[in-house]
């Protein structure tokens, strides 16, 4: 076996240039609205209210696009390969739209609309080329252990991507040069589009499924194109729509699906939860006790390691994934969390060095291998689907974003459901103080100055934030526990009827199909 797979590099390379994109993305672009434009709170939950509509609508409207087709007039969004050519640099150029003021004056309607455009062109073509790339991985092979290794080259390249935020972050100097960090981001824009039109022109163009059931039925002299196509050379839009709305109905039904999906939204709650509010937790309960000081060198390795360290540790154990198969190893991941989440509440708040461990844990434990192992589940639930109704070709983008459809909204509930009871707990108070604080920082420009305020004010204030917010920090210590808790039980609980937990021990064969069809 060649050391280096060529047609899964191919499919990685998305992953790169998206993972360069979305955490510059995920980073900073609240902080430069907030802070540099100056956006109103009014205008901001608008445009994330009709954001989080559109984020869920946009992705089974693109999948059924990409499986069934609009007609005659663009059967190239049907080729996965070629919406990631042709769309994948467009993508990279909405990523810019943020990062460039509209007028000079910043009136604060043409902000909001500033945000709200930006974040449908952005969201709109990063659904349009991720969903290919979905139906890219789930089509290059049926076999568990090609699929594992496909997940293991996009974590990879999504670790190396994440990595974009050092030299931003360093060479913008926390965005004080902001033309520095638009210069910045145009050559991440660049790269990332290059990384597309390398997916574009060296993905595989076979699809592994309909190729299998070419060979299972001996039909050899058979054209590919022509099983997976044929049916919708004639097809015009309306039909195409309503072959789409059947086939959609017909997969949200199947309960294997529905298991994955509901497990997949409790998941993504788990992971937004602790990568949002793992920087307030941690400056609020540890960081007045001097152990990670604010605006250490400490406390940003810290932060760098619940970035990175999720990925290293999948890496390290994917042959479990590949022995076990993806239900075992993600149960796994269950347990110990809830593990993690009692045993940190029975030790309490007060035990800085616990909690800093905890907070690392569960950043670990929700999102390692997480988007992979749920990216192994989907491609079964293909198949199983393409069998049991023995379509002509998977419907491999349309699986991916149905589930995207129900599970979108968990991105923008779980930061909704956090940020309740900190306000209910007078967070804005706290929130108040801190910018005091902040204040007093900056009155000495000098670095040197600066390390040793960050510890002097921290020591300093401790006392008065330990009597002041003692509810909101008691609050904020509950919800880190017990946010991530309920959501890990509930997604073990969703998990349990599904029947494919073991579909990597078998290979898919005529009477795997003929099991299938008779359930």
């Known amino acids: 076996m060649a050391l280096v797979d060529y047609p899964t590099v191919a499919i990685a390379m998305t992953s790169l240039g998206s993972g360069m994109l979305g955490v510059i993305f995920n980073f900073y672009y609240i902080k430069v609205f907030l802070e540099f434009y100056q956006i109103q709170p009014a205008y901001l939950n608008m445009a994330q209210i009709l954001f989080m509509i559109w984020n869920a609508i946009n992705d089974p409207l693109f999948g059924c696009i990409q499986d069934v087709g609009c007609g005659r007039w663009a059967k190239w969004v049907m080729n996965r390969r070629k919406v990631v050519l042709y769309m994948g640099p467009f993508f990279s150029a909405s990523f810019l739209i943020f990062w460039f003021p509209w007028t000079k004056e910043n009136p604060p309607w043409i902000v909001g609309v500033h945000l709200l455009t930006a974040l449908f062109v952005y969201d709109s073509l990063l659904s349009f080329v991720l969903s290919a790339r979905c139906g890219l991985f789930t089509e290059l092979s049926t076999e568990h252990s090609k699929r594992v290794r496909v997940v293991i080259y996009m974590e990879i390249a999504g670790v190396i991507g994440s990595l974009a935020i050092f030299p931003v972050d360093k060479l913008s100097r926390s965005l004080a040069d902001f033309a520095m960090f638009q210069w910045l981001c145009m050559a991440v824009a660049i790269i990332s589009a290059c990384c597309f039109l390398y997916t574009g022109l060296y993905a595989p163009h076979e699809v592994a499924q309909v190729k299998q059931r070419i060979e299972l039925n001996s039909v050899g002299t058979t054209n590919q194109a022509e099983v997976a196509q044929g049916a919708s050379d004639e097809a015009t839009l309306y039909t195409s729509m309503m072959h789409g709305l059947k086939s959609s109905w017909q997969i949200v039904r199947e309960r294997d699906f529905l298991c994955v999906v509901f497990g997949n939204f409790f998941r993504i709650m788990r992971g937004v939860a602790a990568s949002n509010f793992i920087a307030i937790f941690i400056e609020a309960l540890v960081s007045p006790s001097g152990l990670l000081p604010k605006g250490s060198t400490e406390i940003s390795i810290y932060y760098q390691l619940t970035q990175t360290l999720p990925s290293i540790v999948f890496l390290l154990f994917w042959p479990l994934l590949t022995k076990l198969g993806p239900w075992l190893v993600n149960n796994g991941q269950i347990f110990f969390s809830c593990v993690n989440c009692i045993l940190m509440l029975v030790i ?9 461990i905890f907070l690392l844990f569960e950043n ?40 995207a459809l ?16 900190l306000s209910r707990a007078d967070y804005a108070s706290y929130n108040k103080m801190k910018r005091a604080q902040s204040a007093f920082h900056s009155l000495d420009n000098s670095t040197v100055a600066w390390n040793a305020t960050v510890a002097d004010s921290s020591m300093m204030t401790s006392a008065l934030e330990a009597q002041s917010f003692d509810h909101l920090f008691d609050v904020m210590f509950i919800v880190a526990c017990v946010f991530p808790l309920i959501c890990a039980v509930i997604e073990g609980l969703a998990l349990t009827p599904y029947r494919l937990k073991f579909r990597h021990r078998r290979s898919v064969s005529p009477v795997l199909d003929n099991e299938i069809k008779k359930k």
């Open 348 to 356: 309490g708040r007060h035990n800085h060095m616990w909690l800093v």
């Open 364 to 403: 670990i434990l929700c999102n390692a291998g997480y988007p992979g192992v749920y990216n192994i589940f989907f491609p079964d639930v293909v198949d199983e689907d393409m069998m049991r109704h023995d379509r002509k070709s998977p419907l491999s983008t349309m699986v991916f974003t149905l589930n």
């Open 406 to 421: 129900i599970t979108k909204p968990a991105n923008s509930f779980a930061p909704m459901i956090v940020t309740f009871f």
